[in-house]
């Protein structure tokens, strides 16, 4: 199977990854691309220089069941990419019914529709959230679930229904579970908007938390849309999980270092260290998480075997790419960032 040819929706296609999965479905040429996205965090700016006729938007919920069997059923779907879902944690936190909902029910409904409609093939976006603090480095797919936060804890019931409408339905189903996505389009609010923004847009110094030497799995956003059209192309795929991430260590000091030698400015780190929940008093918008993670890197060895899936941009590349469209966009990271 591959993308060629077939009918394509996408939930959550008018997002920071799914608007790029929208680019590489057209690109791979398939049929027809449905995005069905509810625009709360989403938005047109996104697909606005996507122009091709093949490509309709539908502005609707993934828990209005009855407005998105309609779209699989008369668009005629043949694979389903789910991505809708609450994305910040924060929000996990603090509402934790929404994150449920939305992230457990309209996942099911979504497998409830594909499965109704003789869908083909669903891709699941999960999360390395799924894994909580990391017991050994780098992580893969082996190591105990331990969600951190009610985000991991919805995102890991979704995942376990994907897996278990292909063991008991005979769904075509794969889940990936990101490292930290980045690259042109990003939303506003992670620690490297925050660096991005401070040093290239503001000509601020960058402010880490704690020691900085917490550790992360940053993965470019176009490597990670390959790695779906692979599991759709892979047989092996099927019923599978994977992790998608580079398995390359970077210290939050290691980044914010990397962003002002690359900005060439006389800026020096700031340390912080605020209380988990409280905000900065050097950077007010910014909130320092709760339970934050102390390493999160993973292992991709299986999606390299299984899918012959490698990163292909590294971090430096990657960080020019997404520097130039903020740069060339500055009002995309305007106002408060998403928590």
């Known amino acids: 199977m591959s993308a060629k040819g077939k009918n394509i929706l996408i939930t959550g296609g008018a997002g920071f990854i799914g608007s790029h999965l929208t680019e590489e479905y057209l690109a791979n040429g398939a049929k027809k691309v449905v995005i069905f ?5 989403g938005t047109n700016e996104n697909l606005a220089n996507i122009k091709d006729n093949r490509l309709r938007v539908v502005k609707g919920s993934i828990l209005e069941a009855g407005q998105l069997n309609t779209v699989v059923k008369e668009e005629h779907i043949d694979i389903v990419d789910h991505l809708a879902a609450v994305l910040e944690v924060y929000t996990g936190i603090r ?10 029910f309209g996942t099911l409904n979504v497998l409830n529709i594909a499965l109704k409609n003789s869908v083909e093939k669903v891709l699941f ?32 019931a979704g995942e376990r229904y994907v897996m278990q409408y292909q063991k008991l339905f005979g769904l ?18 992670r620690v490297l908007t925050m660096f991005i923004k401070r040093i290239f847009l503001e000509n601020k110094a960058p402010i880490v938390f704690g020691d900085g030497e917490q550790t992360r799995d940053f993965v470019y956003v176009k490597d990670v849309v390959r790695a779906h ?10 019923g599978q999980v994977f992790n998608i991430s580079s398995g390359r260590k970077t210290s939050v000091n290691q980044l914010a270092n990397m962003l002002v030698e690359k900005s060439g400015k006389r800026l020096d780190v700031i340390h912080d260290n605020p209380e988990e929940g409280s905000a900065s008093t050097l ?14 890197v993973m292992d991709s060895k299986k999606a390299n075997k299984t899918l012959g899936w490698h990163t292909t941009i590294d971090l430096k590349e990657g960080l020019a790419k997404e520097i130039e469209w903020i740069k060339e966009s500055p009002k995309r990271w305007a106002g408060k960032p998403r928590v």
């Open 37 to 41: 996205d509810d625009f709360s965090t």
């Open 172 to 189: 075509n189903t794969t889940a990936f579970r990101y490292g930290i996505v980045y690259g042109p389009r990003e939303w506003f609010g």
């Open 283 to 296: 950077q007010p918008e910014r909130i320092r998480l709760q339970g934050e993670l102390v390493d999160f």
């Open 229 to 238: 059209m692979l599991a759709i192309e892979k047989p092996g795929a099927t």
């Open 125 to 156: 976006a999960s999360s390395g959230a799924v894994y909580g603090q990391a017991q050994y480095v780098p992580i893969d797919e082996r190591h105990p679930l331990e969600p951190h936060w009610p985000y991991g804890v919805s995102k890991l």
């Open 95 to 104: 509402d934790t019914e929404k994150d449920a909902r939305i992230n457990i």
